[in-house]
């Protein structure tokens, strides 16, 4: 086999320069486009840069500063409200300041002012959460006296109708209307098309597609999937999808809306998400007699061939692909649900795990390369683009991803982001067609589920080091 790669290598290096020449560099490292930063357009819509995203919250920021302190007027004005505003003097410390004290026009306005300023930054800081540069809601006052103001029925109010509010101004209720109207049927039709393709039992393809259509989309409010409510409008603010295998729902978290509309970005998130719901864990995930479930196991590569995708999971394992990779005797809370190899002294079975669901980057793997079967001809059926155009959007389909995401290290049971890029997509043939690119990378292998590639030369990569997983509640 060496002689063989050397004579192939050789034979390579004399091909012409000039037509290598003619390759654009996106066609070999996409991922270093990709996570560039800065704003930027493609034919479907935008990705916007960090300091862009972050200026336009400070705006935000300051004109819920407005409406907060307009509505605090208003209860310091009326006589009716004054042990509101007598108690909220008393605990942030300004009721026998001299300036409160004294009698004079010029000091009672500056006390008043002081107290507005007061409440105002405290409820700031509530509803904006880590928006704001000083996070902590107290910091600087004392909790136990200005708990009496936070649990005031004038204090509550401000905080939910501002709330409320922030809901209505953050939730992008046009792009979950497109994303439900028409992005999500078109990403399902696709998936259910391309399962279509395989070559197995009529029943799987059946049971898959069946999965897929019951998909219900959740809507893009991801408040509730953060279980500290002190955290304010920050949920609504942060990129995040998620697939949930128990309800059979995915979200779309409007953070992502926030600092992107490009149709590449969105498209290949949902497409993601939905295939969560088949990849190599969940698809076994439901009551025992429904759908698919592995047999015999224990022994991963048997296990790995019964899969509906058939070539893929080996294939993705590859060095010359993503490469990917199970941590052993690691557990993630942070996929799914609660497996482990758990056997117990007081003679409780043994329950072993689901298989690939514990520690496995062939999940999300999976996700990521059944997501761009399906991309190239969601873009392909919604937009005429142009190579240029297309170099463009796939550039942007993982931009935030890269930024949110440490390109070079593995996040849990999520690969590198820049391999994610340069490996999965990078390797699908219709969209480097559409880049203009040769069909196939020149180090890269596109996983064909109806191809069977022949074993590796090296030795597959069996462990990486275990990092805890962000989160619960779901799999992003
Ligand atoms: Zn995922």
Redesign the pocket.
């Known amino acids: 086999m060496k002689t063989k790669s050397v004579f192939i290598t050789m034979f390579l290096s004399v091909a012409p320069i000039a037509a290598q020449a003619q390759v654009p560099p996106i066609c070999n490292d996409l991922a270093r486009i990709s996570c560039a930063p800065g704003t930027h357009k493609d034919a479907t819509g935008e990705v916007i840069s960090s300091s862009t995203f972050q200026k336009k919250m400070a705006d935000y920021a300051e004109k819920s500063r407005g409406r907060i302190e307009e509505r605090f007027k208003k209860y310091l004005d009326d006589p009716e409200k004054s042990y509101f505003k007598d108690q909220a003097l008393a605990a942030f410390g300004l009721k026998k300041s001299p300036q409160c004290l004294s009698e004079s026009s010029e000091d009672q306005k500056s006390c008043n002012d002081n107290l507005l300023d007061a409440l105002t930054t405290l409820t700031q800081r509530q509803i904006m959460g880590s928006m704001m540069p000083m996070a902590g809601i107290t910091q600087g006052m004392n909790l136990k006296e200005i708990s009496y103001v936070m649990h005031s029925h004038e204090y509550q109010t401000v905080v939910s109708d501002l709330s409320q509010q922030g809901r209505v101004d953050l939730l992008d209720a046009k792009m979950e209307k497109k994303i439900q109207d028409r992005i999500f049927p078109d990403i399902k039709a696709l998936i259910a098309q391309r399962i279509g393709q395989l070559s197995i039992p009529d029943a799987q393809k059946k049971f898959m597609i069946g999965k897929i259509k019951g998909i219900r989309f959740d809507g893009s409010d991801c408040s509730d999937m953060t279980p500290n409510a002190t955290q304010g409008l920050s949920p609504l603010l942060t990129p995040n999808a998620f ?1 949930n295998p128990t309800k059979n729902i995915f979200k779309y978290c409007s953070g992502f809306s926030q600092q992107s509309n490009s149709e590449f970005q969105i498209a290949m998130v949902i497409a ?2 939905l295939s ?1 719901s088949i990849d190599p864990c969940f698809i076994g995930y439901g009551p025992q007699d429904l759908g698919f479930k592995y047999q015999n196991k224990g022994a991963t590569e048997k296990l790995e061939k019964q899969f509906p995708f058939r070539n893929v999971i080996s294939c993705l394992r590859r060095s010359d692909s993503i490469g990917a990779k199970k941590a052993a005797g690691t557990f993630f809370a942070g996929y799914g649900h609660s497996h482990g190899a758990v056997g117990s002294s007081d003679g409780t079975k043994r329950v072993e795990p689901e298989p690939f669901c514990d520690a496995d980057q062939i ?2 793997s999976f ?1 990521d390369w059944l997501a761009m079967e399906i991309l190239p001809s969601y873009i392909e059926k919604n937009h005429k683009l142009d190579q240029r155009q297309y170099q463009d959007g796939y550039a942007n389909a993982y931009r935030m991803l890269c930024w949110q995401m440490d390109p070079n290290n593995p996040v849990g049971v ?1 690969p590198n982001a820049a391999e994610r890029i340069n490996k999965i997509v990078l390797s699908q043939p219709k969209a480097r067609g559409q880049m203009g690119c040769p069909e196939r990378h020149s180090e890269i292998v596109y996983c064909d589920s109806e191809v069977e590639l022949p074993a590796e030369n090296e030795q597959r990569g069996t462990e990486y080091p275990a990092i805890p997983a962000p989160g619960a509640g779901g ?2």
């Open positions: 697939y993601h998400e969560h999940t999300e996700s999520h799999t992003q």
